[in-house]
C-alpha cells in the first residue's frame, strides 16, 4: 500500500523533469499519471473479473509483476509513447493491489477488518507523502532510479504471497439469507451501489482537487509557492493522520456514522476556506476529514452489499475515474471564471456528498435488520461457526450477527 500511494503521488513532481527532456507540453507530461490512472480503472475491473478464476494468492502475485514490470520500463526505457504505455501497465497493477488488498482485508479478517482496512489505507497516504520527499532530494532529473527503486519494492510483498490462501474466494462464498431476503437485497442492490458509487467519485473529486489546485489557490492569495507547496503537503499528511486516527474508532462506531460525519467535517472544512486568514489551515482540516472516508465507506459499503460480490471492483473504479476527471474540470472552470471560485465549486461537490451519505444511512436505518443483506459463509460449510480467512496462520470466525 506504501508503494501504490507512492506511485499515484509520484508523476506530478517529475512534469517539470519529462517536459525538459521530451521537449513536451505541461499537460502532454502529465499524460503519464493520467494514463497510470485509467490503467488502475481497467486492473480494478480486470482482475475482479479474474478474481474467482485464478485465487487469492495468484491475484496479488499476479498484480505486483505486473506493476514491477510497468516501473521497471517507465524508469528504464527513455522512449516516451513506451512510457506511457509503461504508465497504464502500472496502473494495472496497481489497481489489481488496491482492489485485492481492500478485499481481503474485509472478507477474511473478521472483525479486525474494519480497522486494519484504515491502517491500510493509512499506509497508503504515507507512500503519498514521501513520494515527493524523495523526489525533493534526488532530483526530479533522476525520477527513473526512483520508479526502479518503488519496483524492486514491490518484490517484498510478492515474497509474502505464500501467506495468503488461494481459496475461497470472496466469490466463492455463497449467501445464507432466506429467499426472500436475498431477493429484497438484489432489488435494492442497484440503487444502494449507485449512491456508494456518487460518494466516491464526489469525494474524491474534492480529494483530488484540493491536491491538484490548493498550491494555485494559495499562491493567488499571496503565499509563497515554498509555503503553498508546504501546505499542500500538510494536506496529505493530514489525511493520511486520519486514517490512522479512526482505525481505533471503527470497531465502536458505525461506518455509516464515521464517513457521514466525515463529510459533514469535510464540508464546513472546506467553507473555511473562502475566509483569506484560515485557507492553508482549512485545507489542512479538509484533508484529516476525507481521510476516513475511503476505508470507512468500503465497510460500509461490504455491510450494504457484502465485498464477495462486485460492488467493490465498481465503487473503488468509480473513486479512480473521480481522480482522473475532476482535477482537469476544475481547472477549466478556474480558467473561465477565476481561482476565486475554487472553494465553491469544492462546497457545491462536499454538500453533494453529504446529501448521498445522509441518504443512504436513513435508507439503511428504514431496511431494518430483517432486510440487511446476509453474511456470506463459503457454500461448501455448514451455516454454524463457519471460517472465513486470507491468510494461511490465522483462521477467524465469520463475522457476527449484525456485521453484514
Same mark, same amino acid.
Given at each position: 500500500m506504501v508503494v501504490i500511494g507512492a506511485l499515484l503521488a509520484l508523476y506530478g513532481p517529475v512534469v517539470p523533469a519529462l517536459r525538459d527532456r521530451f521537449g513536451l507540453s505541461e499537460p502532454t507530461a502529465g499524460l503519464a499519471l493520467a494514463a497510470q490512472s485509467l490503467g488502475a480503472v481497467v486492473g480494478v475491473v480486470g482482475f475482479h473479473s479474474l478474481h474467482h478464476r485464478i485465487g487469492n494468492r495468484a491475484l496479488l502475485a499476479s498484480s505486483y509483476l505486473t506493476m514491477l514490470a510497468g516501473t521497471l520500463v517507465f524508469g528504464l526505457i527513455g522512449v516516451w509513447p513506451l512510457m506511457l504505455a509503461a504508465a497504464a501497465v502500472t496502473g494495472l497493477g496497481l489497481g489489481g493491489v488496491d482492489f485485492a488488498i481492500s478485499r481481503l482485508f474485509l472478507i477474511g479478517l473478521g472483525s479486525r477488518g474494519p480497522a486494519l482496512v484504515n491502517v491500510a489505507h493509512g499506509c497508503f497516504g504515507l507512500g503519498t507523502v514521501l513520494a515527493p520527499a524523495v523526489i525533493a532530494a534526488a532530483g526530479p532529473a533522476h525520477y527513473g532510479p526512483v520508479f526502479v527503486a518503488l519496483g524492486l519494492l514491490s518484490l517484498i510483498p510478492l515474497a509474502c504471497v505464500r501467506g495468503i490462501r488461494a481459496r475461497p474466494t470472496p466469490a466463492e462464498l455463497s449467501p445464507a439469507a432466506p429467499a426472500g431476503d436475498r431477493r429484497t437485497g438484489e432489488r435494492r442492490l442497484p440503487v444502494v451501489l449507485a449512491g456508494f458509487v456518487a460518494l466516491y467519485l464526489l469525494h474524491f473529486a474534492v480529494q483530488s482537487g484540493i491536491g491538484s489546485w490548493e498550491p494555485t489557490h494559495l499562491h493567488a492569495l499571496g503565499h509563497s509557492m %515554498?509555503? @503553498?507547496t508546504a501546505a499542500t503537503s500538510a494536506y496529505w499528511l493530514a489525511m493520511t493522520a486520519g486514517r490512522f486516527l479512526v482505525a481505533p474508532l471503527a470497531r465502536r462506531w458505525s461506518p455509516a456514522t464515521i464517513v457521514t460525519v466525515s463529510c459533514a467535517l469535510m464540508t464546513v472544512s472546506v467553507l473555511l476556506v473562502m475566509l483569506p486568514g484560515p485557507t492553508p489551515w482549512a485545507y489542512a482540516a479538509a484533508g484529516l476529514c476525507i481521510g476516513p472516508i475511503f476505508p470507512n465507506g468500503l465497510n460500509w459499503l461490504n455491510r450494504s452489499a457484502p465485498a464477495s460480490g462486485s460492488a467493490m471492483a465498481y465503487v473503488i473504479a468509480a473513486a479512480m475515474l473521480g481522480s482522473v476527471a475532476f482535477p482537469p474540470a476544475l481547472g477549466a472552470a478556474i480558467e473561465e471564471y !477565476? =481561482? !476565486? @471560485?475554487? /472553494? =465553491?465549486l469544492l462546497s457545491g461537490l462536499c454538500l453533494a456528498t453529504v446529501a448521498i451519505s445522509m441518504t443512504l444511512a436513513l435508507a439503511g436505518r428504514l431496511r431494518g435488520p430483517r432486510q440487511q443483506t446476509a453474511v456470506r459463509r463459503p457454500a461448501? #460449510? &455448514? &451455516? #454454524? @461457526? %463457519? /471460517? *472465513? *480467512? *486470507? *491468510?494461511? !496462520?490465522s483462521t477467524t470466525a465469520t463475522q457476527e450477527k449484525g456485521a453484514s
Amino acid at each position: 500500500m506504501v508503494v501504490i500511494g507512492a506511485l499515484l503521488a509520484l508523476y506530478g513532481p517529475v512534469v517539470p523533469a519529462l517536459r525538459d527532456r521530451f521537449g513536451l507540453s505541461e499537460p502532454t507530461a502529465g499524460l503519464a499519471l493520467a494514463a497510470q490512472s485509467l490503467g488502475a480503472v481497467v486492473g480494478v475491473v480486470g482482475f475482479h473479473s479474474l478474481h474467482h478464476r485464478i485465487g487469492n494468492r495468484a491475484l496479488l502475485a499476479s498484480s505486483y509483476l505486473t506493476m514491477l514490470a510497468g516501473t521497471l520500463v517507465f524508469g528504464l526505457i527513455g522512449v516516451w509513447p513506451l512510457m506511457l504505455a509503461a504508465a497504464a501497465v502500472t496502473g494495472l497493477g496497481l489497481g489489481g493491489v488496491d482492489f485485492a488488498i481492500s478485499r481481503l482485508f474485509l472478507i477474511g479478517l473478521g472483525s479486525r477488518g474494519p480497522a486494519l482496512v484504515n491502517v491500510a489505507h493509512g499506509c497508503f497516504g504515507l507512500g503519498t507523502v514521501l513520494a515527493p520527499a524523495v523526489i525533493a532530494a534526488a532530483g526530479p532529473a533522476h525520477y527513473g532510479p526512483v520508479f526502479v527503486a518503488l519496483g524492486l519494492l514491490s518484490l517484498i510483498p510478492l515474497a509474502c504471497v505464500r501467506g495468503i490462501r488461494a481459496r475461497p474466494t470472496p466469490a466463492e462464498l455463497s449467501p445464507a439469507a432466506p429467499a426472500g431476503d436475498r431477493r429484497t437485497g438484489e432489488r435494492r442492490l442497484p440503487v444502494v451501489l449507485a449512491g456508494f458509487v456518487a460518494l466516491y467519485l464526489l469525494h474524491f473529486a474534492v480529494q483530488s482537487g484540493i491536491g491538484s489546485w490548493e498550491p494555485t489557490h494559495l499562491h493567488a492569495l499571496g503565499h509563497s509557492m %515554498t509555503s @503553498a507547496t508546504a501546505a499542500t503537503s500538510a494536506y496529505w499528511l493530514a489525511m493520511t493522520a486520519g486514517r490512522f486516527l479512526v482505525a481505533p474508532l471503527a470497531r465502536r462506531w458505525s461506518p455509516a456514522t464515521i464517513v457521514t460525519v466525515s463529510c459533514a467535517l469535510m464540508t464546513v472544512s472546506v467553507l473555511l476556506v473562502m475566509l483569506p486568514g484560515p485557507t492553508p489551515w482549512a485545507y489542512a482540516a479538509a484533508g484529516l476529514c476525507i481521510g476516513p472516508i475511503f476505508p470507512n465507506g468500503l465497510n460500509w459499503l461490504n455491510r450494504s452489499a457484502p465485498a464477495s460480490g462486485s460492488a467493490m471492483a465498481y465503487v473503488i473504479a468509480a473513486a479512480m475515474l473521480g481522480s482522473v476527471a475532476f482535477p482537469p474540470a476544475l481547472g477549466a472552470a478556474i480558467e473561465e471564471y !477565476g =481561482v !476565486g @471560485a475554487l /472553494p =465553491v465549486l469544492l462546497s457545491g461537490l462536499c454538500l453533494a456528498t453529504v446529501a448521498i451519505s445522509m441518504t443512504l444511512a436513513l435508507a439503511g436505518r428504514l431496511r431494518g435488520p430483517r432486510q440487511q443483506t446476509a453474511v456470506r459463509r463459503p457454500a461448501t #460449510q &455448514p &451455516p #454454524q @461457526a %463457519t /471460517p *472465513t *480467512t *486470507t *491468510t494461511a !496462520g490465522s483462521t477467524t470466525a465469520t463475522q457476527e450477527k449484525g456485521a453484514s
